[in-house]
């Protein structure tokens, strides 16, 4: 598990970078950097300086980076969850489904990754698994938008259009983030099934 202290800062990195907020992302990160720096947690220093690498598109420096913050921080949920994405973004799936485990394991109350994994296996045509790890990061984060707009679309990919319509409202009645894309994109995606 990750020091108490960066829990916030990285849970705004994560909504940043899902919601491609890179601005606000980097003023997260350099803030992390210096906590860290200050109260000498290079596992945190190794963490944050992958971020950097994820949102410059260097997903095999992030990958030696969190790497080596697992070596200094052997229960980090989301050092496997981001190895595991980057893994994804190089196009590298072999053993992604492991090391999701592996940080489910060290850290099972961790939302984000209990998403990820159900994200990747519906993207790999297994909606029925993706729904059991959506409905588990649910469980610690009842109202993360992105995660039930992920659930839609793994109810859509089963045909279930009423559970779909459900979680499509469940993510726009969530919403607080001020981006107008991620609202409008919910609100094309309720409207095109209610027509179907």
């Not at 698994?129 to 039930?148: D, G, K, M, N, S």
Request: hydrophobic fraction near 40%; charged fraction near 25%.
């Amino acid at each position: 598990m990750n020091h108490p202290d960066f829990t916030q800062l990285r849970r705004r990195i994560d909504e940043a970078i899902t919601f491609h907020d890179l601005g606000n992302a980097r003023s997260c990160i350099t803030e992390g950097l210096r906590l860290a720096g200050e109260k000498e947690c290079p596992g945190e220093v190794m963490y944050f300086r992958a971020q950097e690498a994820i949102i410059a598109g260097r997903f095999e420096d992030a990958i030696g980076l969190l790497k080596h913050a697992l070596k200094l921080n052997p229960c980090d949920g989301a050092a496997y969850n981001d190895i595991a994405l980057c893994m994804v973004e190089l196009g590298r799936i072999e053993g992604v489904l492991e090391i999701f485990d592996q940080g489910i394991a060290v850290e099972p109350d961790y939302a984000t990754i209990h998403h990820n994994k159900g994200w990747f296996l519906n993207k790999i045509g297994r909606p029925t698994e993706a729904l059991a790890c959506f409905e588990q990061a649910l469980i610690f984060e009842p109202e993360r938008v992105v995660t039930w707009e992920n659930m839609a679309n793994a109810y859509e990919e089963q045909g279930r259009i009423p559970e779909a319509l459900g979680a499509y409202r469940k993510a726009l009645f969530f919403l607080k983030e001020p981006g107008i894309v991620i609202k409008q994109q919910l609100q094309a995606e309720i409207k095109r099934l209610d027509k179907g």
